[in-house]
């Protein structure tokens, strides 16, 4: 009898503790659901009778004023559910409205975004969302609810309940089918963790499938393209410009110098031989410096430890010429195209340089690693942060050069720190 009780009691805990895990891993998706279903609902009513009512308003004038303001809004709503689908789930919907000149009158933005077809695509949105769309932001919610009510039913509801009443498929008349029903809610709470978050993704895949159209994903693609066309252009030329001038005046200055030494070296060598001896042991200095600079200039081109060993023992090399303590941890199982371990590595050296001069840090980690077709580096350090990517920042070079291989950049720098910059690029490794 006690060993069967122990029995009990411990199937009763292993249920508690699977019971609270599966609560963890859906409560999120499920409060996700139920505020998008709370907020999407009256939203897209509102934005929906704002916008068909303006738009009728315009042939008497009343229109052309509002009409603006209210597509204006439904803009911002719209993409607010794009921000929310990229965020929660990874699907990605485009944005693609055509720009309205700055200092239109009313008349020119009004028929301006009239004409726009992403403009009717949001107003065919609307009411998908209304009515789909808050069916399957609710259900993600409601399923982990509907669950904790067979719990609720099983735990004795059932005695308050109407008679007749079912749950799910089970006739709730007494303590047996009441616990019944809470069996059928912990089969439910069971698949909760997997049926919610699908049903969340499936609420934005729909959205996606109304507001994202393919000519709008290729006006976002080309509109990037050309802009990172046109930062590699100007970078490139300002490397140019940058390597002319170290050449310029380091090396090529103190080459000439060390050949005008040489000269005076000629004349000296019988007349003045001890001045002469002085001359060729500044002109062998010289000569070292030169090469010391020449080799500094061919590592900004492209270092050699980068052609030689990757991009892994490349960032290792560059952090142990930091003042920083600096910890490198790299799990990369091959290696990249040499453009992109030279944008990477680059990457990282600004980014090192900025956190050495003006975080205030004394550790800082790095992190390098391959995943899903994407290099990914994580530079974290313990300053003061503060960092952001802006006009004349150095992360703002930084995302410009990964920009021209399609990678992205995030900046995560509270103040008072830490700092964590993430570097993703879309690559292949040999």
């Not at 009990?8 to 699977?18: I, N, P, S």
């Not at 509002?66 to 789930?89: I, M, N, S, Y």
């Not at 490198?328 to 600004?350: H, I, Q, T, W």
């Not at 399609?406 to 490794?429: H, N, Q, W």
């Amino acid at each position: 009898m006690t060993t069967e009780t122990k029995s009990g009691d411990g199937e009763g805990t292993r249920l508690r503790g699977v019971g609270a895990a599966a609560l963890r891993s859906v409560g999120p998706a499920a409060l996700r659901g139920l505020g998008l279903a709370l907020v999407a609902l009256p939203g897209a009513v509102l934005c929906f009778v704002l916008s068909v009512v303006s738009i009728a308003l315009i042939p008497v004038g009343v229109g052309i004023v509002t009409t603006p303001w209210v597509l204006t809004g439904v803009r911002a709503f719209a993409d607010w559910r794009r921000v929310l689908a990229a965020e929660w789930c990874g699907v990605r919907i485009p944005s693609a409205y055509r720009p309205i000149p700055k200092g239109a009158n009313p008349w020119t933005r009004t028929f301006g975004m009239l004409r726009d077809p992403a403009t009717w695509r949001d107003l065919r949105w609307l009411p998908v969302d209304m009515t789909a769309g808050f069916l399957t932001a609710l259900l993600s919610a409601a399923l982990l609810f509907y669950a904790l009510e067979g719990f609720t039913v099983a735990a004795g509801l059932w005695r308050v309940l109407p008679g007749g009443y079912w749950y799910g498929f089970v006739h709730v008349t007494g303590q047996g089918s009441a616990l019944a029903a809470g069996a059928l809610g912990l089969v439910l709470l069971f698949f909760a963790p997997s049926l919610t978050p699908r049903l969340l993704h499936a609420h934005f895949r729909l959205t996606r499938a109304v507001l994202a159209s393919d000519q709008g994903e290729l006006s976002e693609r080309v509109r990037v393209l050309t802009e990172t066309r046109r930062d590699a252009v100007d970078t490139s030329a300002a490397e140019l410009r940058r390597i002319e001038r170290d050449l310029h005046d380091g090396a090529q200055a103190r080459l000439v110098a060390m050949g005008m030494d040489l000269g005076t070296i000629e004349v000296l060598v019988e007349k003045d031989p001890e001045q002469a001896k002085r001359l060729l042991a500044q002109a062998r200095q010289s000569s070292a410096e030169a090469l010391t600079e020449l080799r500094e200039l061919v590592r900004g081109i492209h270092p050699p430890v980068l052609a030689e060993r990757g991009l892994g023992d490349a960032v290792r090399a560059l952090a142990l010429r930091l003042p920083v303590a600096t910890e490198v941890n790299v799990e990369l199982p091959g290696r990249a195209d040499a453009p992109v371990e030279s944008a990477a590595y680059f990457a990282v050296s600004e980014v090192l340089t900025n956190a050495v001069k003006h975080s205030g840090a004394d550790r800082i980690w790095v992190d390098l690693h391959h995943t899903d077709d994407m290099l990914r580096i994580s530079l974290t350090d313990n300053g003061r942060g503060g960092a952001a990517i802006g006009a004349g920042s150095g992360l703002a070079g930084v995302e410009r050069r990964l920009g021209t291989f399609d990678g992205v950049l995030a900046v995560s720098s509270p103040a008072g720190g830490p700092t964590m910059v993430t570097m993703e690029i879309p690559c292949a490794l040999s």
